[in-house]
């Protein structure tokens, strides 16, 4: 069964990386998932300040904003697709990815399957 790891960032350092790991870190966790064979895909997100916010109203008219909107301070850095077994092994995977360390978190959702 598929699973998304959603990576949040709390704190970052100056040039927007998490505060509690480095790229060693990440670089040693993708291998362990290809090495295990249960990564599918996984990308890391550019700083906050690059996205575009677009809504549309009812009318069907679209806004559009740059940044985010939104009320919190977890900004989501990236994310894995895995393929394991079940969500036991999926939450092991997401309690080893170092954005799960201090401030970071990591949300697990199963990936939907639709006709499949």
């Known amino acids: 069964m598929k699973y998304?790891?959603?990576i949040n960032a709390a704190a970052t350092d100056e040039e927007g990386a998490a505060a509690e790991c480095g790229v060693e870190d990440w670089m040693v966790y993708d291998?362990?998932?290809k090495d295990a064979g249960v990564w599918v895909s996984g990308e890391s997100l550019a700083?906050?300040?690059t996205s575009t916010t677009v809504r549309v109203g009812r009318d069907g008219r679209r806004t559009v904003t740059d940044g985010p909107f939104?009320?919190?301070r977890e900004v989501l850095g990236g994310f894995y697709v895995i393929d394991v077994p079940?969500?036991?092994v999926a939450l092991d995977w997401a309690a080893r990815c170092p954005g799960a360390r201090g401030s970071g978190s990591v949300v697990v959702r199963p990936v939907a399957e639709f006709g499949a």
């Open 70 to 72: 939104a009320e919190t």
């Open 31 to 33: 291998k362990e998932m």
């Open 86 to 88: 079940d969500l036991d």
């Open 47 to 49: 700083d906050l300040v």
């Open 4 to 6: 998304m790891l959603l």
